[in-house]
């Protein structure tokens, strides 16, 4: 919400308040809501940002608290879906209860339901929209296990760019690090579907673990035990894209 636009009041105290719109319709109509220490009881008066909110004398709050973006770094456990909801499975999001509005926050992007490690979860569409874009060629960064020696001959065969059977287009060139016979750390830019797994099935192996370590510069935080996030600092932000 920019400053200079303005929005409906019962919108304004839903977000600043934790509460559903009826609800801030009704207390709205009760009189048990101010702006600037003025009751107002007209759900569909106009507030901007740089306004302040009362509720019941008590509970002040800048309308800016209640619309401003959050984004967090969240290390995402196995068993669980990079979906806003999902009938059979564990939503990432459902991580986030404790935090106001979490219905609101999305994954920025999708690690598959047995993948682990660095996940972005954030209110800013915009934001999300830029880490996922495929123009954007965001490194991320993956570590996997396999079922048998890496060779060494993979590490040439994943820069040339493979083609999957089930994929119609070749994979873009992608960074291969042999660590141990069976621990590689791969790179990759377009974040395609199972993208990881079916570069090691292009030469002959399975991914038995994969955790992502790091987008951009960011890396994950090596105190965040799994399901366990934190919000991200400004700077820490700059970094997804550097």
Do not use: W
């Amino acid at each position: 919400m920019d400053k200079k636009k303005k929005a409906r009041l019962d919108k304004c105290v839903a977000h600043v308040f934790d509460v559903t719109r009826n609800q801030a319709f009704s207390l709205i109509k009760n009189g048990r809501v101010s702006v600037d220490d003025k009751i107002i009881c007209d759900p569909a008066f106009k507030i901007s940002l740089e306004q302040k909110l009362c509720l019941d004398d008590e509970y002040e709050a800048e309308v800016a608290e209640g619309f401003a973006t959050r984004v967090f770094m969240l290390n995402k456990p196995s068993d669980y879906v990079c979906a806003d909801r999902d009938k059979r499975h564990l939503v990432a999001v459902s991580l986030f209860n404790a935090e106001p509005r979490y219905e609101s926050l999305h994954c920025a992007g999708r690690l598959d339901i047995d993948t682990t490690g660095l996940l972005i979860v954030s209110d800013d569409g915009n934001l999300i929209h830029e880490i996922t874009s495929p123009k954007k060629d965001i490194p991320k960064v993956y570590l996997a296990v396999t079922d048998d020696d890496i060779p060494l001959s993979a590490i040439k065969a994943f820069a040339s760019g493979l083609k999957h059977k089930e994929e119609s287009r070749r994979y873009k060139s992608a960074i291969l690090e042999i660590l141990e016979p069976r621990l590689g750390r791969v790179t990759v830019t377009e974040g395609r579907f199972h993208e990881v797994k079916r570069l090691f099935e292009c030469v002959g192996l399975n991914v038995l673990e994969l955790k992502r370590v790091a987008i951009g510069a960011l890396s994950l935080d090596e105190d965040l035990q799994e399901g366990e996030y934190r919000a991200l600092s400004a700077e820490e932000i700059e970094k997804l894209f550097a």
